[in-house]
């Protein structure tokens, strides 16, 4: 059972805007916006964005995990920071949702006040060989520390 739960959930039958399920999903830290999104867009697409920005979901025992590497997750970022893969426009308004988070207890909490982040939180829960429930905090981002942003 997941310990972090999202603010804002979503409402079944009920009509999203793609942009707000982009800033709900990257504020909030909702992934079951990221279904909405996906439910609608070719999966071969999808693959495709993963190959481009690194993205590979490693592989344990053959068969394949559901999480993403760190070092995958900071490409997205400088792919961002850098606007490199989409424009400067979109890569800045998903850096700007992120930056909206009001998740508090991860990397925010260690940086100055006066340090903006643009962060993407999220819990991974799962069971061990003796089925006990294991839960992770992830947190990943940009602190943007004055002449000195960094991942």
Known sequence: MQNIKPEITFESGKEYAVRDVFEKTLKYSNNNFVSILFSGVDRSFINQVYTDLGIYYPK????????????AYAAVFRALYNASY?????????????????????????????????????????YDSKNTQISELHDSGIIYKKDNPYI
Not at 61 to 70: K, R, T
Not at 89 to 111: P, W
């Open 60 to 71: 344990t025992g053959g068969i394949e995990q559901d999480f993403v590497s760190v070092k």
């Open 86 to 126: 989409l424009n400067q426009i979109h890569s800045n308004e998903i850096l700007s949702f992120m930056s909206k988070s009001g998740f508090k207890s991860g990397i925010v909490n260690g940086v100055p006040n006066d340090a903006l982040v643009s962060n993407k939180f999220g819990e991974r829960v799962f």
